[in-house]
């Protein structure tokens, strides 16, 4: 079974950096989509970044730029966000499918079968 577990999240002032890190286990497949989303209180989930197996990256127009999605040779998954902004605020996820997402869905929820808890980003002006 998948588990995924975040780290990273805090409190910065706008204009600084985090980097989130997804610690990555029980992978019964060898290829994964994965991906970070975020959730602010009274929003919708909203995809920020996506990485195939093959690491082709997809960045939501909010984020491009600014952020960067990778991932490590065990699956590990980091986001490193620069030049933070206080609507970045939110609730940040770590996602991950078996298999391959078309380019058009990777920031979409409903293709992501496993889910971490979560790391909070909390960004003041």
């Known amino acids: 079974q998948v588990q995924l577990v975040e780290s990273g999240g805090g409190s910065v002032q706008a204009g600084g950096s985090l980097r989130l890190s997804c610690a990555a286990s029980g992978f019964a497949y060898e290829y994964y989509t994965m991906a970070w989303f975020r959730q602010a209180p009274g929003k919708e989930r909203e995809g920020v970044a996506a990485?195939?197996?093959?690491?082709?990256t997809t960045y939501a127009v909010s984020v491009k730029g600014r952020f960067t999605i990778s991932k490590d040779s065990a699956k590990n998954l980091y986001l490193q966000m620069n030049s933070l902004k206080p609507e970045d605020t939110a609730m940040y996820y770590c996602?991950?499918?078996?298999?391959?997402?078309?380019?058009?869905?990777?920031?979409?929820?409903?293709?992501?079968?496993?889910w971490g808890q979560g790391t909070q980003v909390t960004v003041s002006s």
């Open positions: 996602a991950a499918v078996s298999g391959v997402v078309a380019t058009a869905l990777r920031l979409a929820p409903n293709p992501y079968k496993n």
């Open positions: 990485i195939g197996d093959d690491g082709r």
